[in-house]
């Protein structure tokens, strides 16, 4: 098989998810339900943010940040799973296959950009509130926040490039809800060597490394306010970390088991149960994890509901 660049592939199908016919209503309703429930909790955390004066600080910046990638990150999978379940024929075109990866590995790894920069917040805040407003400068967090979009657009343009030279023969059956970039490596009928060693090496430093930071960054609080000799510095450690931390670890974990660590054991069901937990249920969670929960956000959500009641009456 030569190396040339000859994509005799137009389209593929996406078999999405392994459902059984009689029970396709019953999941489609609920994935539905799931993506609107992300989409509506986080366009909520982003107009509150907008909207409130007293949100408008480095914490919300990122959350706000964060709220977009994940409705976006959303939205490059779940209206095409939605549509795949009520098409008979759930194809998508080849360009269309290898936009949808470079706009999944953008917002993934925007997400992972992120998250790191909110911890680091977390930590300077917990750790040096006295030097948080001279260390988390308007400048410093607009730099953080557009590294991390420019740091991931070209990373996802680097695969989609390498995926592009490919080629892709005889079979285009995707066995999976989109256009992930571990299967289309698998479909290739040309050398995916150098691909492999870019998504090794690549991941390293836009995965392992965030995830490392993030959790260098949460027991440094932890250890932090444990030192203080009371029980409600301990609850408010694990208040601050323990569910952050969950999420963290749902989204990083099923990422490198599989793309980083890859075993020969996984089947298709189980990849795919997977790559569902962050791309559907990791988006969906984290309004209620990072936003929903919060004080300020109640009230800021108290104050917009109590303009609007004024205007109104007026």
């Known amino acids: 098989m030569t190396g040339k660049n000859q994509t005799t592939v137009s389209e593929f199908l996406l078999l999405g998810?392994?459902?059984?016919?009689?029970?396709?209503?019953?999941?489609?309703?609920?994935?539905?339900?799931?993506?609107?429930?992300?989409?509506?909790?986080?366009l909520l955390i982003i107009v509150l943010i907008h909207l409130d004066s007293h949100l408008h600080t480095p914490m919300y910046l990122f959350l706000s940040n964060l709220s977009l990638s994940d409705?976006?990150?959303?939205?490059?999978?779940?209206?095409?799973?939605?549509?795949?379940?009520?098409?008979q024929v759930p194809s998508i075109p080849y360009a269309g296959c290898l936009a949808q990866m470079y706009f999944y590995l953008f917002f993934a790894d925007l997400e992972s950009f992120l998250l790191v920069a909110m911890a680091y917040d977390r930590y300077v805040a917990i750790c040096f509130p006295l030097h948080y407003t001279s260390i988390m400068s308007p400048k410093l967090c607009f730099c953080l926040a557009a590294l991390s979009w420019v740091l991931t657009?070209?990373?996802?343009?680097?695969?989609?490039?390498?995926?592009?030279?490919?080629s892709f023969c005889a079979d285009n059956v995707i066995p999976h809800f989109f256009c992930d970039i571990s299967v289309l490596l698998k479909l290739a009928c040309s050398d995916t060597h150098?691909?492999?060693?870019?998504?090794?090496?690549?991941?390293?430093?836009?995965?392992?490394?965030?995830?490392?930071?993030?959790?260098?960054?949460?027991?440094?609080?932890?250890?932090?306010?444990?030192?203080?000799?009371?029980?409600?510095?301990?609850?408010?450690?694990?208040?601050?970390?323990?569910?952050?931390?969950?999420?963290?670890?749902?989204?990083f974990g099923t990422i490198i088991g599989l793309y980083l660590i890859p075993s020969a054991n996984n089947s298709t069901v189980k990849e795919t149960v997977m790559a569902m937990m962050y791309t559907v249920v990791t988006p969906m969670l984290n309004p209620f994890i990072y936003s929903l929960r919060n004080r300020d956000m109640k009230g800021a959500l108290g104050r917009v509901i109590c303009k609007k009641k004024i205007i109104f009456c007026l």
């Not at 976006?72 to 209206?79: A, G, H, L």
Request: hydrophobic residues 55%; glycine residues 4%; proline residues 4%.
């Open 71 to 87: 409705l976006c990150f959303s939205s490059v999978t779940m209206p095409k799973l939605l549509q795949i379940m009520q098409s």
């Open 194 to 251: 150098v691909n492999e060693l870019v998504i090794f090496v690549m991941g390293g430093l836009v995965i392992v490394i965030p995830f490392l930071l993030i959790i260098t960054s949460y027991a440094r609080i932890v250890l932090s306010i444990i030192k203080v000799p009371s029980a409600r510095g301990i609850r408010k450690a694990f208040s601050t970390c323990g569910s952050h931390l969950s999420v963290v670890s749902l989204f």
């Open 17 to 42: 998810l392994p459902i059984q016919p009689q029970h396709k209503n019953l999941f489609y309703v609920l994935f539905l339900a799931m993506y609107l429930t992300t989409v509506i909790g986080n």
């Open 153 to 166: 657009a070209f990373h996802a343009l680097l695969h989609t490039l390498l995926m592009a030279r490919l």
